[in-house]
């Protein structure tokens, strides 16, 4: 099998030059410099050409985005409506392809003129005819930046899972679909559809384009031959894809290749190029003997999801580390390190001989955090690892600082290790300014409700969890960090695509929160979950929403009386409601909430792999004040069915993560950190 490579990018400057950008520049200058040269050859006016060219380049814009977003991703248009008009982001090159002609036949329909019209087909065919050797050059930089992933595989072309990084690429694509990747997956490989469509261009429809140029063709064949060649192939190769949407068992792209591979023949007839209209039905039936292939046959398809289990996965826990002093979270890495937190004390690592080394933090760390402030509830608490930590050793942690005073405040770490995980160095605080509780007043101590969890979702965004300090204008400030969920990249800046309303801080994704203690995404949608703690009543989980409120607002409350104006332990479901419906009619709803108790809702993660057998696909929410691990089944909307708690010691659970081998760990505030395995079989 090939080598794993990561997408090269170079870089000057400020400016970081991607070689999927550079393939595609390149494409399109050839593409532009060639067809302007089949127009001469064919006596075409050359001046209508490029008119035609700046349609179609407009169409092929539009057309890519909208087929992405609407039919690939319409869940990240649910979230962020505006993303309709971003077109510059998530593109589809089969939508371009369709909006490519679209745009042709908008500009043949209302700004040519009758001799253009009735040439049209000509104009379209020299474009067909360089086409391919333009895409393959595209191609080129799919199959560097490995953007096509599909199933793991053993086939030659295929690239090695062998390298921490491959797997972790992959292990993404399979968690995004909610499939377990297969246990010996390190052994194998993975499908590359970018590369594999440069080398079918390259090596068949480009010579053979050029070797029926040598005689002159009738108008139109080389629109018909490019469909003939292309569509099957097209069709065939998405059903190695194994995280992309589907439609009773199609790709958006396959319902549209199907549908111009049943009308081809006709095409091809109407056009008088009969040898392709034979071609046209021999394709037509391949692509549908491809269609009706198993997606699971071996070694070329990947594996889909088997029917769902009705039992529930028998529990194995280990404890792995003792002894500890506050753990609060936890991050597993695919060669085996784990990496964890202790609030008082700082960033540890596990090795995978069973070591430990402290990274960052108090005195004893390898890097020393001077600043660091333990204090009530904070302190140091969440890690994430950069997506990209197999090769780059990057990841984030957040924590309260005095490197600010009056106040000081909670923030997000950057850290660079070296190779064994000895060291930590090049700290960069990218986010200085969450709130903190300076001083304790009448309902709680100094250092409370900081939040604190972070974790990349599979948009490949930062996401940071805050509470509301006990202040009353936080949750729905505009430009008090608090009490929110955060969306930043991995240098702190506002994730492109974050809507909240008008006037608000770009960094923020959702607000109106109380004390954000979990996020998770679900497999398949990837949509972002939380659970948090209730006041007096009602912890919830909620599912969000790009710019939603979470409709906590614990002030202004004139029936309440309210010790230092905060309202949020002054009264009851009712009357200091978690999610205020009333005062805020559009707040994302709650999907689970403790039916109407405070027991202290903490983190949260999503159960992946058919090893957990009927809970595959379930959240998982740690319980700390009733001491319980509650496993949700959730609808498709994402409000929870059914709820049952693991066999499990009763703990105040901390931290849930699922680690590479699609374990749970866990974090206990009696210092444990466990491994939690299911069996295959039911108890």
Not at 167 to 190: E, H, I, K, N, W
Not at 207 to 234: D, E, I, K, Q
């Amino acid at each position: 099998m090939l080598p794993y490579f990561e997408q090269p990018v170079w870089r000057i400057g400020p400016v970081s030059i991607h070689a999927f950008g550079v393939a595609v520049a390149v494409a399109v200058w050839f593409a532009l410099a060639a067809v302007r040269k089949q127009f001469e050859r064919r006596g075409l006016d050359a001046v209508v050409g490029q008119r035609l060219g700046g349609w179609m380049l407009l169409g092929g814009i539009i057309g890519a985005h909208l087929f992405s977003v609407l039919l690939y991703f319409p869940q990240k248009l649910r979230d962020d409506p505006w993303l309709i008009f971003r077109v510059w982001e998530d593109i589809s090159s089969f939508g371009g392809l369709i909006g490519g002609l679209a745009g042709a036949l908008v500009f043949f329909a209302m700004r040519a003129g009758d001799d253009e019209r009735r040439a049209r087909v000509a104009y379209l065919d020299a474009i067909a005819f360089v086409f391919p050797a333009a895409l393959a050059i595209g191609r080129i930089g799919c199959a560097l930046a490995h953007d096509h992933p599909g199933g793991v595989t053993t086939f030659p072309l295929a690239f090695s899972l062998e390298s921490t990084a491959a797997l972790d690429y992959v292990r993404g694509v399979y968690d995004a679909a909610g499939l377990p990747l297969p246990q010996d997956a390190s052994t194998m490989g993975f499908h590359d559809l970018g590369l594999y469509e440069f080398l079918f261009l390259a090596l068949v429809v480009v010579p053979l384009f050029a070797f029926w140029n040598r005689h002159r063709r009738p108008s139109g064949f080389y629109l018909v031959a490019f469909a003939a060649l292309y569509l099957p192939v097209r069709f065939c190769l998405d059903m190695l894809r194994v995280a992309d949407a589907r439609y009773v068992g199609l790709t958006p792209a396959q319902w549209v290749a199907a549908l111009i591979m049943a009308v081809l023949p006709f095409l091809a007839v109407r056009r008088r190029t009969l040898r392709f209209a034979l071609s046209g039905a021999v394709v037509l039936a391949a692509g549908w003997a491809c269609a009706g292939r198993s997606p699971d046959d071996p070694d070329d398809m990947p594996s889909t999801p088997t029917p769902p289990a009705t039992d529930t996965p028998a529990l194995t826990r280990t404890v792995i580390l003792e002894g500890l002093s506050n753990p609060w979270d936890i991050a597993v890495a695919a060669d085996g390190a784990m990496f964890f937190t202790e609030r008082c004390r700082g960033l540890s690592v596990r090795h995978a001989n069973g070591t430990v080394t402290r990274l960052f933090g108090t005195t004893g760390s390898a890097l020393v955090a001077a600043d660091l402030v333990c204090l009530g509830q904070s302190g140091m608490h969440g890690v994430a690892l950069d997506p990209s930590f197999a090769s780059t050793r990057t990841l984030y942690v957040y924590m309260t600082s005095n490197l600010n005073t009056a106040p000081r405040t909670n923030r997000v770490v950057r850290l660079v290790l070296d190779a064994g995980y000895t060291t930590a160095g090049n700290r960069v605080d990218i986010v200085t300014d969450i709130a903190f509780k300076e001083v304790g007043n009448a309902v709680g101590g100094a250092g409370a409700h900081s939040g604190g969890r972070v974790r990349f979702g599979p948009d490949g965004l930062l996401y940071i969890t805050t509470g509301d300090n006990h202040n009353p204008i936080i949750p729905q400030s505009p430009t008090l960090l608090g009490g929110k969920v955060l969306r930043v990249t991995g240098s702190g800046a506002a994730a492109p695509g974050n809507a909240p309303p008008a006037g608000f801080d770009a960094r923020i994704y959702t607000y109106g929160h109380r004390n954000v203690q979990g996020i998770a995404f679900r497999p398949g949608t990837g949509q972002p979950f939380i659970s948090e703690h209730g006041p007096n009543h009602s912890d919830e989980v909620t599912a969000l929403v790009n710019g939603g409120n979470g409709g906590w607002d614990p002030k202004d409350r004139p029936n309440l009386t309210c010790p230092d104006n905060y309202c949020g332990y002054a009264g009851n479901a009712t009357t200091m409601p978690m999610t205020d419906m009333v005062r805020f009619p559009n707040a994302m709803p709650a999907r689970w909430n403790t039916n109407g108790a405070s027991q202290g809702m903490g983190p949260a993660e999503f159960l992946v792999g058919s090893q957990w057998r009927a809970w595959n696909g379930r959240l998982a929410v740690g319980i700390m004040g009733a001491q319980r691990l509650a496993i949700l089944e959730l609808d498709a909307a994402g409000t929870a069915v059914s709820v049952v708690d693991a066999a499990l010691p009763s703990v105040r659970f901390r931290a849930l993560t699922r680690g590479p081998d699609g374990n749970l760990y866990v974090a206990t505030d009696a210092g444990e950190i466990w491994r939690v395995t299911p069996s295959a079989a039911s108890p």
